[in-house]
């Protein structure tokens, strides 16, 4: 499961998807990634990706006290304590957060991916994420126009990784995941779902 900053998502979908993930009659570990500023809402994830060096710089110490997860970047940047480096040759989150997570999920193996949260842009009334929007010197959803074209690399690198991705946010712009219901979804999978 990967969890990004969309406006679409909801408390409700966080908390359902931590009953699954916590679920012990599921078969196999069940993983959510989360993506930069979601971490606040779900402490309890596996694991947080952030590719902006400044937003580390701003909640590297937030993250270190609150988050039970592991921290990952692509970025190159100073070290922090206790974030994980990957090599661009490993992943390529192709200079967005949300698709780094679906790459990491594929590369780490998983099978089956579900995105939440995965907008792809602002909403009708111009609200970028599901939380405040973010402190300078960080700047807010504005280069949304080139994502289709990341999000279909991430789309190429699962499928040659022979994961599936299924987008399960609310509202979404992105085309190339197959649409999908989060309920349905998380009760019809009883495999490695995963971050």
């Not at 499961?1 to 078969?27: F, H, I, K, Y």
């Not at 842009?121 to 959803?141: V, Y």
């Not at 999000?151 to 699962?158: H, K, Q, T, V």
Request: aromatic share 10%; glycine share 6%; charged share 20%.
């Amino acid at each position: 499961m990967c969890l990004a900053s969309g406006p679409s998502l909801t408390l409700e979908d966080v908390a359902m998807v931590q009953a699954w993930r916590n679920d012990s009659t599921a078969r196999g570990k069940r993983f959510v990634v989360v993506c930069n500023s979601t971490f606040r809402v779900a402490l309890w994830a596996d694991a947080l990706v952030a590719h902006d060096p400044a937003w580390w710089t701003i909640h590297h110490k937030e993250v270190l006290a609150t988050f039970q997860g592991a921290s990952v970047t692509w970025s190159p940047m100073p070290a922090f304590k206790n974030v994980d480096r990957l090599e661009r040759r490993e992943v390529d989150p192709k200079r967005n957060t949300g698709v780094g997570a679906i790459c990491l999920a594929a590369f780490a193996g998983c099978s089956e991916i579900i995105l939440l949260g995965y907008d792809g842009g602002p909403n009708a009334s111009g609200r970028a994420h599901h939380h405040p929007d973010h402190p300078e010197p960080l700047t807010n959803c504005r280069s949304y126009q080139a994502w289709p074209s990341r999000f279909l690399a991430a789309a190429e690198y699962a499928s040659q990784r022979k994961a599936q991705v299924y987008n399960c946010s609310r509202e979404t712009r992105l085309d190339c995941f197959p649409r999908a219901h989060l309920e349905e979804t998380l009760c019809s999978f009883p495999k490695n779902i995963a971050s």
